[in-house]
């Protein structure tokens, strides 16, 4: 299903099973998964959810009491992303960095060193953000977003504070 379809079906979901189903694409997202299998499953699991609730059945009914176990046993049990998978986002994530440093620099003579530094540390914050994400799906709470919100801020802080110290050493 595109983007779009999976919306204006979700749109019919109660809120209970819309929010439980968006935590379960949370978790499946940010898990090292085949693409077409998460979204084949992401897909039947959403089909399940609208036929389960033409007959007064929510996430839990179907899924169980515990939906982040049954999603952990799910995604154990799904074929991982490819090595080409891997790379490629690897590659789109240095590739990001690139132009958004490129883009907002105003000292070209450091600008290796920003490519490369802002690289690393936008690749930990993407590295952390899957980890956290998927630690925190299910669990509905303001800390989560706090957490998120603090390991972004971290990174930013460390890229200017290394970035001082390369320039005061060079």
Excluded: W
Excluded at 29 to 49: F, G, Q, T, V, Y
Excluded at 81 to 106: A, H, P, Q, R, Y
Excluded at 115 to 137: D, E, P, Y
């Amino acid at each position: 299903m595109t983007y779009t379809e999976i919306e204006n079906l979700k749109i019919k979901l109660n809120k209970y099973n819309k929010q439980q189903f968006e935590e379960f694409c949370l978790y499946l997202s940010s898990s090292d998964l085949d693409a077409n299998k998460r979204n084949e499953i992401r897909d039947e699991i959403l089909d399940h959810l609208l036929e389960g609730e033409k007959e007064g059945k929510d996430f839990q009914d179907l899924f169980g009491q515990n939906p982040r176990n049954y999603t952990k046993q799910l995604v154990a049990q799904l074929p991982k992303s490819s090595l080409k998978e891997k790379i490629t986002f690897i590659f789109s994530v240095i590739i990001i960095s690139i132009i958004i440093i490129i883009s907002n620099s105003s000292n070209n003579s450091y600008l290796f060193m920003d490519v490369i530094l802002f690289s690393i540390l936008n690749g930990m914050v993407v590295f952390s953000f899957f980890k956290l994400t998927k630690r925190f799906a299910f669990k509905s709470s303001i800390v989560s977003l706090l957490i998120l919100t603090l390991t972004i801020q971290v990174a930013g802080l460390s890229y200017y504070v290394l970035k001082n110290l390369f320039i005061k050493f060079l």
